[in-house]
């Protein structure tokens, strides 16, 4: 059963749909909406259980943690909104989230921009870790785990070295985040497919974005999606780790219009 999202709905033109990264919601994307916003129909997702959409009525669902119910989720949304197609931009969860609904509804999906995100599964080390820090959350009532265990992967060396309010307000967004939305969207996670052969099948124009400093997502997974692909253009940031979106604002919105100014 789909989820009430909550979302941002900014502009008009082209649809641009923006899926955050775990465990943020679509406040990650302030930095692009402005932007992106000027030519462009912006839907920015709270995904099940983050954000806004943790106040709707049965946030979680009854189904079992899968990441295929989220993409139902945003396909549910567009045709609400009477949304025939849009250009999907998923960050890391987001990423995911992306790749299932090319996999699922594919007709809604004009192009795709994946950044700092990867089509291959989880091994069982970073399965069973995932489920260590979900059995966690939901045994302490709290997110406090992702502080010590996650959070500092999060942003590059740069980052960490240089902006120090960009990783306050990292650590400020991920201490909102609700323990039930985490443990259910780590296992969510832990059970996600093999993407590549999506990828294979996907024949419309697609971007991959990475930081160099991403050590969750990094270059390598990002070349096998690039090579997966039948149209991509891939743009690397220097000094920049895995929440690009946050870390290097700009820089994405640049290489975000440069690719939307393409397709049009």
């Not at 309010?165 to 093999?194: F, G, H, N, Y």
Request: charged share 25%; hydrophobic share 50%.
């Amino acid at each position: 059963m789909s989820i009430d999202l909550a979302y941002t709905d900014a502009g008009a033109g082209p649809v641009v749909v923006l899926l955050h990264a775990f465990p943020f919601d679509r406040r990650m994307w302030d930095g692009q909406i402005d932007a992106l916003s000027g030519e462009h129909r912006v839907i920015a997702v709270d995904l099940r259980g983050f954000g806004d959409s943790a106040l709707v009525d049965s946030a979680l669902g009854e189904d079992a943690p899968n990441l295929d119910e989220m993409a139902d989720d945003v396909a549910a949304l567009l045709d609400r909104l009477s949304i025939p197609q849009a250009v999907v931009a998923g960050l890391s969860l987001g990423g995911y989230v992306t790749m299932a609904l090319v996999r699922r509804h594919a007709r809604l999906v004009s192009a795709v921009m994946l950044l700092d995100t990867k089509a291959t599964a989880d091994g069982d080390a970073a399965a069973n870790n995932r489920e260590r820090i979900a059995a966690t959350v939901e045994s302490d009532g709290s997110v406090e785990v992702l502080m010590t265990d996650v959070v500092p992967a999060l942003t590059g060396s740069t980052t960490k070295a240089e902006r120090p309010d960009v990783v306050a307000r990292i650590e400020s967004l991920v201490a909102e985040a609700a323990p039930a939305a985490v443990a259910w969207t780590q296992r969510a996670m832990a059970k996600r497919p093999d993407s590549v052969p999506t990828l294979e099948e996907f024949e419309r124009p697609s971007l991959v974005v990475v930081g160099d400093e991403d050590v969750l997502a990094p270059l390598a997974e990002a070349h096998i999606m690039f090579d997966a692909l039948a149209e991509p253009v891939l743009a690397v940031i220097p000094g920049c780790g895995h929440l690009s979106a946050l870390e290097r604002p700009d820089d994405v919105t640049a290489i975000m219009l440069d690719f939307l100014d393409d397709l049009r």
